[in-house]
């Protein structure tokens, strides 16, 4: 397996993964919106056999208009049904996470399954201060820190509260 940066020949395979691996093609149409309108992006394919079988991406969140924490967050990692429970997943959000890490991104979070996140370090964004501007249960919105103490920073600074994506993410 191999995980690098999308290329743009990827497009129509990054879209069939996650077309693949949802129960709709909100998520596929989501990743092509945001490749279009945000910045910085990570979108980062997993290949097998040179076939591209899993997707992941992070766009810029923010907690505050004036937020200077760097803010990422997870959304959408797909694999291929065939693939998945491989590890590729894992491997994905690993690399995903250090590219981040290397864009000087201070935090990540991401509204996903809470038994699946923790295994990277993610925790309940409220403990934080933080909370989803969707109403979803606590246990699936979490952040980890990629650079330590940057929460602290961002409750001590005012800049905790509810953490907005782009708008593109309404349609998902």
Known sequence: ????????????????????????????????TLRECVQPLVSLVAEVDAAVVGHIMFSPVSVSADSRLGLMGLAP??????????????????????????????????????????????LPAS????RCEYDVPDEAFMAMELEPGAFERCIHSGQHGVVKYHAAFSNV
């Open 1 to 32: 397996m191999l995980i690098r940066a999308e290329k743009e020949s990827d497009r129509a395979a990054v879209y069939q993964t996650n077309a693949a691996a949802f129960e709709t093609r909100a998520e596929a149409e989501l990743v092509e």
């Open 77 to 122: 990692m797909a694999v291929t049904p065939a693939y998945q429970r491989q590890g590729i997943g894992s491997a994905l959000v690993r690399a995903g996470l250090k590219r981040c890490k290397a864009l000087a991104c201070n935090a990540v979070v991401v509204l996903g399954h809470p038994a699946y996140y923790p295994r990277f370090g993610f």
């Open 127 to 130: 403990r934080f201060g933080l």
